[in-house]
Nanobody, 123 residues
Framework: VQLVESGGGSVQAGGSLRLSCAASGYTYNCMGWFRQVPGKEREGVATILNDGSTFYAYSVKGRFSISRDNAKKTLYLQMNSLKSEDTAMYYC????????????????????WGQGTQVTVSS
């Protein structure tokens, strides 16, 4: 099992970035993006089911879009209108099961995690 994130970087406020997460090992039903700032708790950003159903944190709704390409086994996070408070390490997470995918935005209960990619937004 391997989840490898890419696409992070530095951008000015108002800009955009697209994160990718290349998955291997299994077919994952529920996948998600989380972020964490040093000294703070990990925060759920968005989750998505295999059928394309999506769930978002209130703080990113309308600005971020989660999607997946099942043929390529790749998860994406399109981030628009970035703010300085979006600065964090972003992690990809996955589970073969799809139960409670929306609730996992808060619980973060995923068995598989990537190493993270840093996003820095300057104002």
């Amino acid at each position: 099992v391997q989840l490898v994130e890419s696409g992070g970087g530095s951008v000015q406020a108002g800009g955009s970035l697209r994160l990718s997460c290349a998955a291997s090992g299994y077919t994952y039903n529920c996948m998600g993006w989380f972020r964490q700032v040093p000294g703070k708790e990990r925060e759920g950003v968005a989750t998505i089911l295999n059928d394309g159903s999506t769930f978002y944190a209130y703080s990113v709704k309308g600005r971020f879009s989660i999607s997946r390409d099942n043929a390529k086994k790749t998860l994406y996070l399109q981030m628009n209108s970035l703010k300085s408070e979006d600065t964090a390490m972003y992690y990809c997470a996955a589970d073969r099961g799809g139960d409670y995918c929306s609730q996992r935005l808060a619980s973060g209960l995923f068995p598989y995690w990537g190493q993270g990619t840093q996003v820095t937004v300057s104002s």
